[in-house]
């Protein structure tokens, strides 16, 4: 679009322009605003903002520019239209999930180019099961290639859309904009949409969770062929992991082996901690190999062993490397840090602490030699 510079200001190493006649759109509605270029034959420059007066910030990137001169403003289009298929998905999903739990609220969306979230409210039950029938349903709806109509109407005429969604206390306009999905969908919105719905292509629920209480963030992406392939490439490694034929029994499988994960770390909390105490000169040192505990839970079996003038020395066998902590007494000269740091230097682990408290990791190998040097440094 050819346009003439009306205003021009630099901030900081930005210019903020104002033009006679703009083609980029200002954040609303829950999409960001327009991005694009403006150039003449000696200047580019990049649009980054839209402000809320029309004017637009702008960072150089070559050449100046100065009041009443001739410009071309284009903006990204690409963008433009990602942007567009996501307002126009969220539309829908939103709709799609009120439909399906006949109660929600839409408390606010973010829109991205290559992933949006809704944030909805509703003391419904609502999990994977009501997102799944309502994106089967959204996707139903861009199958039939509805109309995606624009409607201007006075604040009087809103009353004939049924089930409009629309906040008139935040629009500062006597006219309202109201956008139809055909025999779908009805709400008051400032942003770009398609004008079918088979234009958006698809849409996939990619991430659900919680966001306070009876509130939730829905996350998705349309035009997903890519991400479906890479959730089947999944599907097919975890069912040969898992050893399953079937798909359907992924689900239960992963199930079964988190209560038997949940059930052996149990089990392992509630195991005893067999220490042994000997004296190394005027200290206490007690230690204990362990198999399978927690570090959390470690920790706080060994605390529990912490008297005057002890050293508590636990080593705690896992599927990778062992783990070694160390706990000194505060009436101590001794450095629970630097006595880790010893075992990490001489047997090529690695770890870090505190003067009463410090881990760290080390090859299996060594694991018989551990508590015998840890003995000779509180002997120095």
Not at 40 to 61: A, C, N, P, Q, Y
Not at 168 to 174: C, N, Q
Not at 207 to 227: L, M, P, T, W
Not at 304 to 317: A, P, S
Request: aromatic letters at 6%; proline letters at 1%.
């Amino acid at each position: 679009m050819e346009s003439k510079i009306v205003k021009l200001k630099k901030e900081n190493n930005d210019l903020v322009i104002r033009l006679d006649r703009s083609p980029f759109r200002e954040a609303g509605g829950g999409q960001p605003c327009d991005t694009g270029t403006i150039t003449t034959d000696s200047f580019k420059g990049k649009v980054m903002d839209v402000l809320e007066d029309g004017s637009i910030k702008v960072k150089v990137v070559e050449g100046s520019l100065s009041e009443g001169e001739d410009v071309i403003a284009e903006i990204d289009e690409g963008r433009r239209k990602r942007l567009t298929r996501m307002h126009t998905a969220e539309h829908m999903l939103f709709k799609a999930i009120h439909k399906t739990l006949g109660e929600a609220e839409l408390e606010k969306i973010q829109l991205g180019e290559e992933e949006s979230s809704v944030f909805i409210s509703t003391e419904k039950n609502f999990g994977w099961e009501q997102l799944f029938e309502a994106e089967k349903k959204v996707n139903e709806i861009i199958k039939e290639d509805k109309e995606v109509l624009v409607h201007e109407v006075g604040k009087d005429e809103v009353v004939k859309f049924k089930d409009l969604r629309i906040k008139l206390d935040k629009i500062k306009t006597d006219k309202v904009r109201v956008i139809e999905v055909k025999d779908f969908d009805f709400s008051a919105c400032s942003g770009t949409h398609c004008s079918t719905t088979s234009e958006v292509g698809n849409v996939l629920v990619t991430h659900f969770r919680g966001a306070g209480k009876n509130s939730y963030e829905i996350k998705f992406k349309v035009d997903i062929a890519q991400d479906l392939y890479e959730a089947a490439k999944t599907v097919r490694l975890a069912k040969t992991i898992l050893g399953v034929e079937d798909s359907k029994k992924i689900v239960q499988t992963l199930q079964n082996l988190k209560n038997d994960f949940e059930r052996y770390k149990k089990q392992a909390r509630q195991q005893k901690l067999e220490a042994t105490p000997e004296k190394v000169g005027e200290i206490n040192f007690v230690h204990a190999l362990c198999e399978d505990f927690e570090a959390k839970e470690l920790v706080s079996k060994a605390s529990e062993l912490v008297k005057e003038k002890t050293v508590v020395c636990l080593v705690n066998k896992t599927e990778k490397n062992p783990q070694l902590i160390v706990l000194v007494s505060k009436d101590l000269s001794l450095d629970a840090s630097q006595i880790i740091k010893h075992i990490a230097e001489k047997f090529g682990g690695r770890g870090g602490g505190k003067k009463d408290f410090a881990m760290a990791s080390f090859e299996g190998k060594h694991l018989p030699k551990i508590f015998e040097e840890v003995k000779m440094v509180i002997k120095k």
